[in-house]
């Protein structure tokens, strides 16, 4: 891994952050964000479905670059939210080492 990727996520972030307000006729994500939830979430949707498309053809190239365009619309909705991806790694974290059937299971009903 590069040694500046560590940081990738949130550089990315701050990009997609300062295009909040900015002219949606000159930036995509100014666009998307001004197209609130349903624009921004139909995106991500369609970004996840051509992911498992692509993971079902065996297709790596593919499969590479759509998990890409899933988690940059990924990132534009957290930001959209005004969360970070921080924090999703800081649950990440937090789930680190627990078993996904007692993580579950910990949930509320």
């Not at 701050?14 to 100014?30: F, I, K, M």
């Not at 479905?49 to 692509?54: C, G, H, K, L, S």
């Not at 990132?75 to 999703?88: A, G, I, N, S």
């Not at 937090?94 to 993580?103: K, T």
Request: hydrophobic share 40%.
């Amino acid at each position: 891994m590069p040694p500046d990727s560590t940081r990738l996520l949130e550089r990315l972030a701050d990009t997609l952050e300062s295009r909040r307000g900015a002219d949606p006729s000159r930036s995509y994500v100014a666009k998307l964000l001004a197209g609130g939830d349903d624009r921004i979430l139909k995106k991500v949707g369609e970004e996840a479905t051509e992911t498992v498309i692509a993971a079902m053809q065996g297709d790596r190239a593919k499969l590479v670059a759509e998990t890409a365009d899933l988690w940059f619309h990924t990132l534009v909705m957290l930001v959209h939210h005004e969360l970070r991806p921080e924090d999703v790694l800081a649950e990440l974290a937090r789930r680190e080492g627990l078993s996904g059937i007692d993580e579950k299971a910990s949930r509320p009903a």
